[in-house]
Nanobody, 122 residues
Framework: VQLQACGGGLVQAGGYLRLSCAVSGRTFSNYAMGWFRQAPGKEREFVAAFSLSAGGTYYADSVKGRFTISRDNAKNTVYLQMSSLKPEDTAVYYC????????????????WGQGTQVTVSS
């Protein structure tokens, strides 16, 4: 499975961005997709993800109400719509795919994209 993330950039606080992650190589619908982020000097942290079944979604408390994860199965793509961005949202954002396991932990995810930089200026 190959994941290709894009859509990052530089934005002012209060602005918005939409990240995309294109998935190839395996049946997209077999995997639950998620987004993580990693700021300089910090561990990679959970941002948002789909559940393994029924299309439920999960969000980190820090992004709840501001970020929305969505997917287009026809395009094999998952999105992260980010609004009301804050400087503390600055990080490299990674998309990932998992077949099983906890939605919140990185070790549950089998495949990772290369990351896309999001920088929010104050």
């Amino acid at each position: 499975v190959q994941l290709q993330a894009c859509g990052g950039g530089l934005v002012q606080a209060g602005g918005y961005l939409r990240l995309s992650c294109a998935v190839s190589g395996r049946t997209f619908s077999n995997y639950a997709m998620g987004w993580f982020r990693q700021a300089p000097g910090k561990e990679r942290e959970f941002v948002a993800a789909f559940s393994l079944s029924a299309g439920g979604t999960y969000y980190a408390d820090s992004v709840k109400g501001r970020f929305t994860i969505s997917r287009d199965n026809a395009k094999n793509t998952v999105y992260l719509q980010m609004s009301s961005l804050k400087p503390e949202d600055t990080a490299v954002y990674y998309c990932a795919a998992r077949y099983q396991g906890s939605v919140y932990v990185t070790r549950s995810y089998d495949y990772w994209g290369q990351g896309t930089q999001v920088t929010v200026s104050s």
